[in-house]
């Protein structure tokens, strides 16, 4: 039996489903701690008497902090264990989520959200380095994908349930359901079982784990996948944080409509790993993210130039980069963790956090612009033109890459 089988074999409680679904619903806590408070924004500017950039803050921040979190939490769980940053971080995003609830003011949801950042990343950071303990080979990749799926759930239902809540409560309420969620999340992480061997554990004192975190990044084929694969996050996380300006404010709908047209593109995003499992595993992967690079990079000029004309045409040209980030995502992960021996909390970490930082980016800059559409577009086609050439560089350079 193999280390992967082993570490399955241990989970008496959760089983091999139960497993897959605790994986997947930590995997989803980063689309449910944003998308389902987003029909809210416009609300919540009027009742703390804020900006629009203000308000954007409580995105922003969370995102930066999540991205600390990662880099923080994933080293540990090399040297405590899975389930103990499990559960602290777990403990800590529960009282957040109802701080939160209970904001009186903008600057404390800003604080609230902040620890909502540094606890999820210890969530996230733990959950793929669970598809690597207990997963391996096309298994792994299958098992990222139908994470992935089910995570997608989450972008599809939550905006839709947020526009929902606000027809009858205030936007306090929409914290109120993350704290419910967060609080049965914890219950999944009593009842699982440690993977982390305790001869893979990091040695040493806890400062050897964030020296470890170093060693990760010093490996030059790991880190130029990352940043490759990790950069479109501008422009998608930019779409995340001016969504509801773009289809309310630019295009005159009404909480309930964005909802709509924000959960179509979750829903299309959610079926494409399904799609990558049964049509595109055994594909051969150099053509096949050439090929998504390609139709990322025009589906960016064709919003340039019609994105603006109405909703539905702006939803036609950004479904496609969505749809096909969710294609190539389950290959990418696992060529990431493919490239990196050991380590895999920290792995894990490096793997979330790069693309949180370029997601952060996206998430300040592209608000900003005169034309959100425009702007948006703009990163589109520019980020995709720069992963093509870069990822088509790779391929012909002499560099060896596993997996591929």
Known sequence: MSREQENLAKQKYLKSGGTIFFISLMAAFI????????????????????????????????????????????????KYGRKKVLLIGNIIYLIASIVCALSTSVYLLIV?????????????????????DCFIGQKREKILAIVQTMSGVAPMIAPVLGALLLSYFEWEATFVVIA???????????????????????????LNSFVRLAHVCKNGKFMLLVFIFGISQVAFMGYIASSSYIYQDFFGLSKTHYSYFFAANAFLSMLAPLCYVR????????????VCLTICTI???????????SPWLFLLTFVP?????????????????????GDTGSASSIINVIPTVFGCI???????????????????????????????????????????
């Open 31 to 78: 689309p449910l701690s944003t998308d389902l408070y987003l029909p809210a924004l416009n609300d919540m500017c009027e009742v703390f008497n804020a900006s629009y950039a203000l308000v954007n803050m409580t995105l922003t921040m969370f995102f930066l902090f999540y991205a600390v979190g990662i880099l923080f939490w994933g080293p540990l769980s090399d």
């Open 112 to 132: 609230a959200r902040i620890f909502h950042g540094i606890s999820a990343g210890a969530i996230t950071s733990v959950s793929l380095a669970l598809v690597k």
């Open 180 to 206: 419910i969620i967060a609080l049965f999340n914890l219950i999944l992480a009593f009842l699982y079982q440690e993977t982390l061997d305790a001869s893979e554990a990091t040695q040493g004192n806890v």
């Open 279 to 290: 049509f595109l595993l055994d594909s051969n992967k150099k053509a096949l993210a050439t």
């Open 299 to 309: 589906t960016g000029v064709l919003m340039l130039l019609f994105g603006t004309i």
């Open 321 to 341: 980069f969505s749809v096909i980030g969710s294609i190539i995502r389950p290959f990418s992960s696992n060529l990431q963790l493919l490239s990196q021996e």
């Open 362 to 404: 996206g998430m300040t800059v592209i608000p900003m612009g005169s034309n959100l559409v425009l702007t948006l577009a703009a990163a589109i086609a520019v980020l995709s033109a720069i992963q093509l050439v870069a990822w088509i560089i790779l391929i012909k350079s002499p560099i060896k890459i596993k997996g591929l």
